[in-house]
């Protein structure tokens, strides 16, 4: 069966070939390294991030042009990255939560599961005269020790954290509309004085999945609309 999957897809015409490949960054298919053919390294890396076909292409050449972007004006931040967390690891964050990750964010998590806990922050920092903010991005473990399960934040699990404020951003994980959320959707929780239930929370939404948040964030970055200061971008 394999000799005959391989015939099919070598006998390709090159417009669909194209097509397969396409979803693939150019790095992962030329490693030099490698006494594989490109073919049998094409079906290793498919059998490995085939089920992130739809996002990987695109959360790839952002992380590649944040990496390239920090490298020369924050290399602080860039030294904190970690590496990409296994399958293996994903599986177990989810048995211990009890609840899917969105597959966008597990494959960001496999290109780079976060950064070390340390200041600069990934995410960005804000400073006013009596106030400052820097968010790092946490590595999936780390998030998982945070997820909520209190009323107002039930199945939120924090994706960023700033040490002089106790603050995060979050992303609900469990089902559309429960309390007021999508799934997917990421924000700052916001809690509402005024509520005699305190439970009551209010959010300011950041992004409706982690793809389109990531990676925005990562265009105001590389594009220059995030000032760099002393190593560290400010949003």
């Not at 996002?55 to 590649?64: E, I, P, R």
């Not at 004085?193 to 925005?216: N, V």
Request: net charge negative.
């Amino acid at each position: 069966m394999e000799a005959v999957c391989s015939s099919q897809l070598q006998d390709l015409p090159t417009d669909p070939l194209l097509h397969i490949l396409s979803y693939l960054h150019c790095r992962d298919l030329v490693r030099p390294d490698s006494a594989l053919s490109w073919y049998e390294l094409f079906v290793q890396t498919y059998s490995d991030l085939g089920r992130y076909v739809d996002v990987y292409s695109t959360l790839k050449k952002n992380w590649d042009q944040l990496k390239q972007f920090l490298h020369q004006r924050c290399p602080r931040i860039i030294s904190s990255l970690k590496g990409g967390a296994l399958e293996e690891d994903l599986d177990a964050v989810e048995t211990q939560i009890g609840l899917k990750l969105p597959d966008d964010y597990r494959c960001s998590c496999r290109i780079h599961n976060g950064q070390k806990l340390v200041i600069p922050g990934l995410m960005g920092s804000m400073s006013l005269s009596n106030h400052y903010r820097s968010e790092v991005l946490l590595d999936v473990e780390t998030a998982a020790g945070g997820f909520q399960t209190r009323p107002g934040m039930k199945t939120c699990l924090p994706l960023t954290f700033c040490f002089h404020t106790g603050l995060s951003q979050y992303m609900h994980l469990g089902e559309e509309g429960e309390e007021g959320r999508e799934r997917g959707e990421l924000f700052y929780p916001c809690p509402n004085q005024r509520a005699s239930d305190p439970s009551a929370i209010d959010m300011f939404i950041t992004g409706s999945s982690f793809l389109s948040w990531f990676t925005s964030y990562v265009q105001n970055v590389v594009s220059g609309d995030f000032p760099i200061i002393r190593d560290q971008i400010f949003r």
